[in-house]
């Protein structure tokens, strides 16, 4: 997301270059919505599953160091 905000940034600023690349890096890093889609109906039917595929999650029942 960042990236998206520094290209619009650059771009309203007249700096095409910087603006360009930060879109380069922003369509490099965006997340893949097709690839969520088709992981949705598979990670609804297993918890374990989807709760690995999210960025930030707790593992209940591991010990905390």
Do not use: C
């Not at 690839?35 to 960025?55: G, H, I, K, M």
């Amino acid at each position: 997301m960042a990236h998206y905000n520094l290209m619009l940034l650059y771009r309203a600023l007249g700096d095409d270059e910087r603006a360009g690349a930060h879109e380069t890096r922003y369509l490099r890093y965006k997340a893949d919505e097709t690839s969520q889609s088709l992981a949705r109906e598979y990670r609804q039917t297993d918890p374990f599953v989807n709760n690995e595929s999210l960025p930030i999650h707790e593992h209940r029942g591991a010990e905390v160091p």
